[in-house]
């Protein structure tokens, strides 16, 4: 009997990627895929493709798109905008792919049976919005099967929420690892040894991850693989509906709450890692069931930042817009092998969205909710111009939003300690000569010696207006973030008091009232602290560029010490002036706040922001009024 191929291939950018991404994308894998595969039109394969990447191709490369359309291929739905299903609510699942199922039956005149998952992130209760979008069968991984005791994986099984019936189709991951990063006969071999085998994976691995252009391309690793397949006794491609017509289900299966076995094990706090990697060795094959990891959920524990903008986009399930749809999109909310989280102009994006929603809402009165969930209210004070949000939880500036650039100043990120930086930093260069191309999940990286020593790990998030009492205060530790601490007012939690336009936060040692403006707002702190030591007023502010961000006139630097009542940052980019002005001088020691991130192509290190810290020396009491504003 063949070995029957279900062979399928998923195409994602974020939502709105910078250009010069999606068009290297378009360039190095999209392109010359689609170009290859439409010449051998006896070749099945299935296609899933975020809406927004689909029409981007379709406005600005139409000879590809109609490459597209010569293949022989069946359209997977999902969400239009990539959203990790399981992250919202019920309507807006059917929304998002109801708009992907009309895009493909208007450019394709297919109407989808199956359904691309998301990061493979799976919960029943998106079950019941797949069959009323006429999902028939969904893509899982062969973990999810493994994690509920299911061992045989070759063909598809059925699952049910209430009465509600799917099919689920898992992924091989021998198949996902060799596929295209073995030699063909040895991919070959892997798929003939199976009664049917099912790989659906990154269309990216053919041409856009690292040295695989050159692989598949360049080497005619996809080429011979096509034809190879085609020209075999023992293997035949079929498309997913084919089989699912003519095949039986194996049985019933429920699956466990987990997504792919490497995010799963990425959704877990680092020192959690680090067990989960040490109990990983010490099981046999035949119990991996009982390691499951993480929930994909748990990037919202693990980031604050992304726990943010998930929850403030749940703020207007009722909008139903399509910046509202663009703002679930999944790849800002975490971070694996991938940017994430990390990646600046992905939350600026988020917000970007976010401040749409906002202008367009009919809510716009002063808000006390803990929107977060956090065990502690945020204050929403919407001006005509702006947008600011506080934590009671430090009293601090947690969102400062520009309404007309749509634009959030306060998109800071922290600097975490990541399960991947132990073994960087302490690594030496790699000698061992590995066979064929590695994929992004086993490539070994080393960095500069230099480079390891610029990096920190912060201890508490990059937010405004945190307040600091210290007796050693001096601008080298501030970077380090080792200065000794007699009070810390950021894991303080304030009581809140709002009167007009007028917020004031009060805790038996400070009080911090803010009077709000159009454009920013007033500050005014009265500190009572028994000793003579030095107050810190922390801010940390985010900006889109900072190759040419000036500050009092001056470029910004990677670190710098200045005194002035007046420090003014020119924002070239949004064109836009944020003073920060005080009633005296004060001396500032800033820095520019840098991540270390693991990427599919290596690490990256990137600017989450400007870290400033305004100090006065003080006996007992100290007294801090001043203004921030942005301005044209």
């Not at 996902?176 to 691995?205: S, T």
């Not at 749940?314 to 790849?331: G, W």
């Not at 989280?341 to 969205?353: G, K």
């Not at 634009?407 to 260069?429: A, I």
């Amino acid at each position: 009997m063949k070995t029957t191929l279900l062979f399928g291939v998923h195409m994602h950018q974020p939502v709105d990627n910078l250009f010069e991404a999606v068009e290297n994308a378009v360039k190095s894998c999209y392109g010359p895929f689609f170009k290859l595969l439409s010449r051998y039109d006896t070749f099945k394969f299935a296609l899933h493709s975020s809406g927004w990447i689909l029409r981007y191709i379709k406005d600005n490369h139409a000879d590809i798109f109609e490459d597209i359309k010569k293949c022989n291929i069946e359209f997977f739905t999902g969400g239009y905008y990539e959203p990790v299903l399981a992250s919202i609510d019920k309507e807006s699942q059917i929304a998002q792919i109801q708009q992907l199922n009309e895009f493909i039956y208007e450019n394709f005149k297919q109407r989808p049976k199956g359904l691309w998952l998301t990061e493979r992130v799976w919960d029943d209760n998106i079950i019941s919005s797949l069959k009323q979008c006429g999902v028939l069968y969904s893509i899982v991984d062969d973990y999810h099967l493994y994690s509920s005791g299911i061992k045989d994986i070759d063909g598809f099984y059925t699952t049910e929420e209430a009465g509600d019936k799917l099919s689920l189709f898992p992924v091989n991951k021998d198949l996902r690892y060799a596929i295209p990063f073995w030699q063909v006969d040895d991919a070959i071999h892997v798929i003939e040894n199976k009664e049917c085998a099912i790989i659906f994976d990154d269309l990216e691995k053919f041409g856009l991850w690292p040295k695989t252009y050159e692989l598949v391309y360049e080497s005619g690793w996809l080429k011979e693989f096509i034809e190879h397949v085609l020209a075999s006794k023992e293997i035949e491609s079929r498309h997913f509906n084919e089989y699912f017509e003519q095949n039986s289900s194996k049985g019933l299966v429920y699956l466990q709450d987990v997504s792919y076995f490497e995010m799963n094990e990425w959704s877990l706090k680092k020192i959690d890692i680090e067990k989960y990697e040490r109990y990983g060795k010490l099981l046999a094959d035949d119990s991996m069931q009982f390691l499951r990891g993480g929930l994909w959920k748990n990037f919202f524990l693990k980031y604050s930042e992304s726990n943010r903008i998930h929850k403030r986009m749940m703020e207007f399930r009722q909008l139903k817009s399509d910046f509202f749809y663009k703002l679930q999109t999944n790849d800002v909310f975490w971070h694996g092998a991938f940017g994430g989280i990390y990646l600046p102009n992905l939350r600026d994006n988020a917000y970007r969205y976010l401040v749409e929603c906002e202008n367009a809402s009919s809510t716009q009165g002063i808000e006390v909710k803990d929107v977060e969930m956090t065990g502690y209210a945020q204050i929403k004070i919407p001006t005509e111009n702006m947008i600011f949000r506080f934590s009671c939880k430090g009293g601090s500036l947690i969102e400062f939003d520009d309404r007309e650039n749509l634009f959030n100043y306060q998109n800071t990120l922290m600097r975490r300690e990541e399960f991947y930086h132990e073994n960087l930093l302490t690594s030496k260069e790699d000698t061992e000569q590995t066979k064929g191309v590695q994929t992004i999940h086993n490539i070994k990286h080393t960095i500069d010696e230099n480079i390891k020593k610029q990096i920190y790990f912060d201890t508490y998030e990059r937010l405004s207006f945190m307040d600091f009492i210290s007796s050693d205060f001096l601008p080298e530790k501030f970077i380090g973030g080792d200065f000794h601490t007699a009070k810390d007012f950021s894991k303080e939690v304030f009581k809140e008091n709002i009167s007009n336009q007028t917020l004031i936060f009060e805790h038996e040692n400070l009080i911090k009232q803010y009077n709000f403006i159009n454009n920013g707002f007033d500050f005014d702190f009265e500190l009572n602290f028994e000793g003579t030591y030095t107050y810190i007023l922390e801010i940390n502010l985010h900006f889109a560029h900072y190759d040419d961000l000036l500050l009092n006139n001056i470029l910004v630097q990677d670190k710098g010490v200045m005194i002035a009542k007046e420090f003014v940052f020119k924002d070239a980019y949004g064109k836009r002036d944020i003073a920060i002005l005080f009633d005296e001088p004060k001396k500032l020691s800033y820095f520019l706040i840098k991540t270390f991130s693991q990427s599919e192509s290596g690490f990256d290190s990137i600017v989450q922001g400007i870290s400033m810290a305004f100090t006065t020396d003080f006996m007992d009491k100290a007294s801090i009024k001043g203004k921030i504003v942005c301005q044209k």
